[in-house]
């Protein structure tokens, strides 16, 4: 697939039909992008989705290997949901050997907004609440196509109210609480920190957006560079917004809800903590996003990773660069925590 073209400007130096060669990948992270390519078959695509599920299903984590050995005490709780819709789904993992409320991480999963649960990429989250003495609160949303816009960020929404409004109850620090996620989380923890902020919501202690899906009119530079290359390129990125977003995709009323890209206001945030691989296809949007935090007189962190492809740190976690991007997020969690 390919995206359909916008008014957006064409980046200097960038032409939208003969971009530039794109970044070389790391040597190290090569054989795994093969094996995954293998994996995945014929990508992501509409029509390809129920298959998709039924994969991404069997990586689904039990409450024994979430504990990390009785570390955590895990629930499944059903709250809420937005009004007139369902409740929804909240993985409650409290730590077990530390003692008053806790600062903790609200976990929004991944997968394109398409695929995925609450207890898919949560194990990170939970190594890092392990180290720091943190809880980790990981909700379930309603996925797209069958659910589109404003549904997932709606869901995810309520669970962090509710959390907020819950928190002595659940043992956490309703002040010290910070949203994480990768991929399409990353897009929806960016969402999140607006929603909070536009609506007087939960004050969100930090924001971690981690290869973020934030620009649902797929045309940087980094997007059609990296057409038909490692995890997720433009035509799959078509796929997910098209998904959630159907015709609207790419048009001039997209809300910033659902894509934070189109945000014209970024003051007021709080810190924020980006990474990103340089050889993927949200590079340049992750860059762009941080860059307008700073402008908006706002505190952001960002990392890009060279050679990394789209999830390089989970698919090859062994990796030097892996373990090099993994080794950061704590570290920025444990600074700000202690401010």
């Known amino acids: 697939m390919t995206a359909e073209p916008t008014t957006s400007p064409v980046p200097m130096g960038a032409d939208s039909d003969n971009p530039p060669p794109p970044p070389p990948f790391d040597p190290e992270l090569t054989a795994a992008l093969e094996v995954m390519a293998e994996q995945l078959g014929g990508g992501f695509r509409l029509e390809t989705i129920g298959e998709l599920r039924e994969r991404a299903g069997i990586f689904r984590l039990s409450d024994d290997e979430l504990s990390r050995d009785g570390a955590f005490e895990i629930e499944e709780r059903a709250v809420p949901g937005p009004k007139g819709a369902p ?80 928190a002595a109850e659940l043992g956490i620090d309703a002040e010290r609480i910070v949203v994480v996620g990768a991929s399409a989380g990353g897009g929806l923890t960016a969402a999140l920190a607006l929603l909070a902020r536009d609506r007087g919501g939960p004050a969100l202690f930090g924001q971690m957006p981690l290869c973020p899906m934030l620009d649902d009119r797929n045309d940087t530079v980094s997007a059609r560079q990296m057409a038909g290359r490692g995890i997720w390129d433009c035509g799959a990125n078509e796929t997910g917004w098209t998904a959630l977003l159907g015709a609207a995709r790419g048009g001039p009323d997209v809300s910033p809800y659902a894509a934070p890209a189109r945000a014209t206001d970024l003051s007021g945030l709080p810190p924020a903590f980006i990474d990103v691989g340089s050889a993927e296809t949200f590079r340049d949007e992750a860059v762009t996003y941080a ?49």
Do not use: K
């Open 291 to 339: 860059t307008r935090l700073w402008q908006a007189g706002g505190r952001a962190e960002l990392h890009v990773w060279p050679g990394g492809f789209h999830g390089f740190d989970l698919m090859a976690p062994q990796a030097a660069l892996s373990q090099a991007s993994r080794d950061a997020r704590p570290v920025w969690l444990r600074r700000i925590l202690a401010a």
């Open 87 to 166: 409740d929804i789904s909240l993985l409650i993992c409290r730590p077990t050997h530390v003692a008053g409320l806790v600062p903790a991480l609200y976990h929004v999963h991944g997968g394109g907004m398409i695929i995925g649960d609450n207890r898919v990429g949560v194990t990170e989250p939970l190594e890092w609440a392990a180290e720091l003495g943190l809880a980790v609160i990981s909700v379930e949303y309603r996925l797209a196509p069958e659910h589109p816009h404003p549904a997932p960020v709606e869901d995810c929404y309520a669970g962090l109210v509710w959390t907020a409004e819950h």
